[in-house]
């Protein structure tokens, strides 16, 4: 019989939960820490975060339930493209003469290349409930822009999208994307919101970065009538949403027969990695298995390796609530890397906790070794990463290395967040030499740091 690479599940075995990892990290001595009022630094009300979202939504960011149903509206949406495929990247394997077992996930066969659906759907969806009529948001290199868009879309929603000026210029066919879909877009710091024209006042040419696009949102958000905000990332309900992911991973892993050693994926604000992962973090919380996790992020905007894990503001004009979570500070604004999806200062608080406590480890890599292993695996495997999944690729292969050289076949299971089809900028830059190799500039975190609010985190 032919080597199985493809793990292919039913349109039935859609997950009708979304698994809800607080509980059982609460369980193992990591209870969540509340988020805190910016600016009496006292746990957050309801009411602040009802402001920006409807009560359904605000009801699963808090809650403790251990899973939570999947509307039907939001099932028969998910069943357009999942379940998404499970890969075996044997010809990677016999590329790079490894024993290593090497799995992906694959995300990019959603409508927009992405996750983002996964999470843009549900939001779109309890918001019509709730009879919010538009929707604003921020996006980096306009996955989300786009997943939302697509989800305002289909739900009869407007949407407003605030887009990082420095992606703007340089992918511009995610704007049109997102304009195809009915919203409109604008570059990230516009003259339109208090938050953007301060920062203009300071730099006329700010390249932008999530975290000025987030105050701008969030903005636009409450002043507007009607309106409520959305986020893409980092929040705990959209970590949750993505649970889709690793849950049909498990039953693909065990048509493999297999169970992964080591599980990895990139972390922007962390939600594609704790999709794929949180289902298997699960097994090792509960002691039954011993699994590295490895999350991957830019050298550019290095949160998890290089920041300090501490109450900071969720952005740039410390309009949010303070989240206990790895930053570089919220003042911090990364080189403009191609990884737009990653550029953000701060990550998801139970993925920052997971890490504090050692169950997950992190790394980080500069542009041109990210895109080398990116090449690599689109000539073996036919399928172009995204910036953002190829960092992922790099540790893939790093592992996959390591395991030659150690002679130990272990499995190793990783999320392809994403497709790079509107991402050949960053790609003609690699392969002309014309990437610079940007890292981090210890002075700009230093200093970013020091405009942490002074509150302690416990613990
Ligand atoms: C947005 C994005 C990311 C980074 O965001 P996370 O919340 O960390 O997942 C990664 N990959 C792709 C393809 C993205 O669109």
Redesign the pocket.
Known sequence: MAEAVQFNLKPDDVPTAWYNILPDMAAQGMPPLPPLHPGTHEPVTPDLLLALFPESIVKQEVSAEPTIDIPGGVLDVYRLWRPTPLYRARRLEKALQTPAHIYFKYEGTSPVG???PNTAVAQAYYNKEAGTKRLTTET??G??GSALSMGCAFFGLECLVFMVKASYYQKPYRRVLMETFGAEVRPSPTSTTEAGKKILEGDPESPGSLGIAISEAIEAAVTGTDTKYSI???ANHVLLHQTVIGQEARKQMDLAGQYPDVVIG????????AGLAYPFMQDRLNGKRDTTFIACEPAACPTLTKGKFAYDFGDTGQMTPLFPMYTIGHQFVPAPVHAG??RYHGDAPSLSLLVKHGHMEARAYTQNPVFEAAVQFTRAEGIIP?P??AHAVRAVIDEAIEARESGKEKVILFNL??HGHFDMQAYDDYLAGRLPEVEFRQADVDAAMTKLPPVPVPG
Not at 266 to 273: A, D, F, I, L, Q
């Open positions: 992405s996750h983002k980096g290199a996955q989300w893409g990332s980092v990139c972390v922007g604000g962390g939600s594609n990695y999806g990653l995204g953002e999944p967040s994403g």
